[in-house]
T-cell receptor, first 114, second 114 residues
Framework: AQSVAQPEDQVNVAEGNPLTVKCTYSVSGNPYLFWYVQYPNRGLQFLLKYITGDNLVKGSYGFEAEFNKSQTSFHLKKPSALVSDSALYFCAVRDLYGNNRLAFGKGNQVVVIP | KAGVTQTPRYLIKTRGQQVTLSCSPISGHRSVSWYQQTPGQGLQFLFEYFSETQRNKGNFPGRFSGRQFSNSRSEMNVSTLELGDSALYLC?????????????FGPGTRLTVL
């Protein structure tokens, strides 16, 4: 079965500094990878996804993610963090050989310090 | 285009009661998935519906059920509520539910069981 690990519970970063949120995955076939963000009392908002092709994926709000097959990682990055980026970030994976459901990591709380 | 809508946004029930939650997908989307989000277990997949048929099911007891109507709107029902059913219930829609499809989430229904 597919699974995702987000090793850090919380990521603290100063405003204006680069932001990285880590994600590693495990699937039996080719991975389809997704990042979502959740603000308090809100649903999940889609940021970006990797299906195939270029390993660097660009998404919404200045976020990007790098797919690394050898390290089975899909880290989310933003060159310059904003206070408004403070939220809960989820990595998710789906593979076609599984049951086509999305498997989510436990989430990372990002705190951007002014 | 309107996003995914869920009603009601908040519910308070007592143990033993039953509850029905509603989800209206993005126009044109035919796949609807349901997730349960709790602080302890994170995001867990409940089930997916496509063209009025349940296509996938997660590891939840039979008290959790759902259905989808011909207009792709979906409902989920929880019978004989338990304290542990308190959670944020999220609905997500996608065009076909294929592995490459992006799931778009609604704001969720916050269920509190007393």
């Amino acid at each position: 079965a597919q699974s995702v690990a987000q090793p850090e519970d919380q990521v603290n970063v100063a405003e204006g500094n680069p932001l990285t949120v880590k994600c590693t995955y495990s699937v039996s076939g080719n991975p389809y990878l997704f990042w979502y963000v959740q603000y308090p009392n809100r649903g999940l908002q889609f940021l970006l996804k990797y299906i195939t092709g270029d390993n660097l994926v660009k998404g919404s709000y200045g976020f990007e993610a790098e797919f690394n097959k050898s390290q089975t990682s899909f880290h989310l990055k933003k060159p310059s963090a904003l206070v408004s980026d403070s939220a809960l970030y989820f990595c998710a994976v789906r593979d076609l050989y599984g049951n086509n459901r999305l498997a989510f990591g436990k989430g990372n709380q990002v705190v951007v310090i002014p | 285009k309107a996003g995914v809508t869920q009603t009601p946004r908040y519910l308070i029930k007592t143990r033993g009661q039953q509850v029905t939650l509603s989800c209206s997908p993005i126009s044109g989307h035919r796949s609807v998935s349901w997730y349960q989000q709790t602080p302890g277990q994170g995001l867990q997949f409940l089930f997916e519906y496509f063209s009025e048929t349940q296509r996938n099911k997660g590891n939840f007891p039979g008290r959790f059920s759902g259905r989808q109507f011909s207009n792709s709107r979906s409902e989920m029902n929880v019978s004989t509520l338990e304290l542990g059913d308190s959670a944020l219930y999220l609905c997500a829609s996608s065009f076909s539910g294929a592995g490459t499809d992006t799931q778009y989430f609604g704001p969720g229904t916050r269920l509190t069981v007393l």
